[in-house]
């Protein structure tokens, strides 16, 4: 069997120091994540970002930077994780949208609402934490390399 890390990417989305999450089913525990999930084949990290965003939240997102790129792996079962992180704005919601299986609906939250709550992963707080302190990176830092 050839190991393959999961690709996958999370929406930071912050509106008056609450940020925008989920709340979802995940191996049958109720948890707390970013708008997030992962690429598709032949789909791009941005267009993968926009996509997850607007299932997930029925909220059309716009990425303007990269805030981080973590590297995973989940002690319960060994699947290691590639994440892009990115941030940038919601412009428009679609609320008669239903959101994406699995997920029970979405939140605003602040980061001291997260310390408590359980995280999908310690990517949630880490890309939080990452934002807060001002990291911003080009999106051009991502080169779609043609054939």
């Not at 707390?32 to 993968?48: F, V, Y």
């Not at 310390?115 to 934002?131: E, F, K, W």
């Not at 001002?134 to 390399?145: C, M």
Request: proline share 6%.
């Amino acid at each position: 069997m050839t190991w393959k890390p999961h690709v996958t990417v999370a929406a930071i989305i912050e509106d008056d120091g609450k940020f925008l999450m989920i709340e979802e089913i995940s191996d049958g525990e109720c948890v707390i994540n970013q708008p997030a999930g992962h690429l598709e084949p032949n789909e791009d990290l941005i267009n993968a970002v926009i996509r997850e965003t607007l299932e997930e939240t029925a909220w059309h997102f716009t990425p303007s930077m990269i805030t981080g790129i973590y590297q995973w792996t989940s002690p319960n079962d060994g699947k290691t994780f590639l994440r892009v992180c990115f941030t940038g704005q919601c412009d428009r919601h679609e609320a008669e949208q239903a959101l994406d299986e699995g997920i029970i609906r979405t939140l605003w939250l602040s980061r001291e609402d997260l310390l408590d709550a359980p995280l999908r992963s310690p990517m949630v707080l880490q890309g939080i934490d990452d934002y807060l302190a001002g990291n911003r990176y080009p999106l051009e830092l991502l080169t779609l390399v043609k054939p």
